[in-house]
């Protein structure tokens, strides 16, 4: 079994940043890809970004590529997303996920964490 924890999110004026951070436990930690995932009122679950195993690759949303990073420390079982020039409409429950797929690894979720971008 997997456990993801997520934390960093929080309250901040666009343009800010923000760093996003998700403890994993579990021994698939390593076997497996990582992604972030982000829920806006009303819309659906979507991906953000993922990162593989190796940290070799990744994968961005079209909405966030040049302004988010995904990284990964294996060492400490933890994944990062880096939040720079932060918009309104980035407003959502970001979710930290983990699984076999790709880009979208689904299969153990975190219990997400709020990101509030203010105009």
């Known amino acids: 079994q997997v456990q993801l924890v997520e934390s960093g999110g929080g309250l901040v004026q666009a343009g800010g940043s923000l760093r996003l951070s998700c403890a994993a436990s579990?021994?698939?930690?390593?076997?497996?890809?990582m992604a972030w995932f982000r829920q806006a009122p009303g819309k659906e679950r979507d991906i953000v970004a993922a990162?593989?195993?190796?940290?070799?690759?990744?994968y961005y949303a079209d909405a966030v590529k040049g302004r988010f990073t995904i990284s990964r420390d294996n060492a400490k079982t933890t994944v990062y997303l880096q939040m720079n020039s932060l918009k309104p409409e980035d407003t959502a429950v970001y979710y930290c996920a983990t699984g076999a797929t790709w880009p979208r690894p689904d299969d153990y979720w975190g219990q997400g964490t709020q990101v509030t971008v203010s105009s």
């Open positions: 990162i593989r195993r190796s940290g070799s690759s990744t």
């Open positions: 579990g021994r698939t930690f390593r076997g497996y890809s």
